[in-house]
């Protein structure tokens, strides 16, 4: 069983979609919760970085993790063909530790 | 540049040649890590410098891979021998705190 698990989709959504990203930890010791962004042909880019449990909100997206459960999530309001690309969360205690990632599709 | 560059961005070899990839971070960071990306899966951790240290080799997945940053600045991968299964993207993040901060990568085909 990996450390971090992540469905890989592909999820296909509307324009204008609310989009709901998830990933489950096994690992107690992950202090650190990211996530990332990538792009066809293109290394991750940090979308959002949250440290231990609670909610982070920036612009249309908002992070949340619940300790409790090892659960993250990632929301995505108002959703944009722009944002169609390849979702990775990603858990630190000492090394960072990646999901598989979720292929996202905002159809116009 | 602003931002970690790699190179080259395509390498295609056959099996057994030695390959190196370069990676150039951003100026400042004291921090570069190599993961490996194969197809369809997230990033997997291979190695970590801190300046010119190797301070986590426990990632490479065989004596065949060899990374060095001897001045503290660019980094080079070096796989000897290479075989099919080493076929992935191969990239390069650098930090100066938690966020990292990723090259676009070097896909390697062995064929």
């Known amino acids: 069983q990996k450390e971090v698990e992540q469905d890989p989709g592909p999820l296909s959504v509307p324009e204008g979609a609310i989009v709901s990203l998830n990933c489950t930890y096994s690992?107690?010791?992950?202090?650190?919760f990211m996530w990332y962004r990538q792009y066809s042909r293109k290394g991750p880019e940090l979308l959002m970085y949250?440290?231990?449990?609670g909610n982070k909100e920036d612009g249309r997206f908002t992070a949340q993790v619940d300790k409790s459960s090892k659960y993250i999530s990632l929301f995505i309001r108002d959703s944009q063909p722009s944002d169609s690309a390849t979702y990775l969360c990603?858990?630190?205690?000492?090394?960072?530790?990646f999901g598989q990632g979720t292929e996202l599709s905002v159809k116009p | 540049g602003a931002g970690v560059s790699q190179s080259p961005r395509y390498k295609v070899a056959k099996r057994g040649q030695d390959v190196a990839l370069r990676c150039d971070p951003i100026?400042?960071?004291?921090?570069l890590f190599w993961y490996q990306q194969a197809l369809g899966q997230g990033p997997e951790f291979l190695t970590y410098?801190?300046?010119?240290?190797?301070?986590?080799k426990s990632g490479l997945p065989s004596d065949r891979f060899f990374a060095e940053r001897p001045e503290g600045s660019v980094s080079t991968l070096k796989i000897q021998r290479t075989q099919q299964e080493d076929s992935a993207v191969y990239l390069c993040?650098?930090?100066?705190?938690?966020?990292?901060?990723f090259g676009p990568g070097t896909r390697l085909t062995v064929l």
């Open positions: 100026s400042g960071h004291v921090s």
């Open positions: 410098f801190q300046n010119e240290a190797q301070l986590d």
């Open positions: 690992n107690s010791a992950f202090q650190y």
């Open positions: 990603a858990c630190q205690g000492g090394k960072l530790i």
């Open positions: 993040a650098s930090s100066s705190g938690q966020g990292k901060f």
């Open positions: 949250t440290y231990s449990s």
